[in-house]
């Protein structure tokens, strides 16, 4: 997912996407806690997607805002 495919979505997709990525996050998390995780780039992955979306969204609320 690179910031241009998000840039191109909705304000509510894209809250969809973050609210999914978040319980993606919470059971990488209990599978790194239980020691069944495989994938452990994952971790980081959703982690970033998170940060882009937040990113994204900040700046269609700044340019509503203006």
Do not use: S
Request: aromatic content about 4%.
């Amino acid at each position: 997912m690179n910031a241009q495919e998000l840039r191109a979505k909705t304000p509510d997709q894209l809250r969809d996407e973050l609210v999914q990525l978040k319980k993606e996050a919470f059971n990488l998390r209990f599978q790194q806690a239980t020691g069944q995780l495989e994938n452990t780039a994952r971790m980081r992955a959703v982690r970033r997607d998170v940060a882009r979306i937040m990113t994204v969204l900040n700046e269609k609320a700044r340019e509503a805002a203006k």
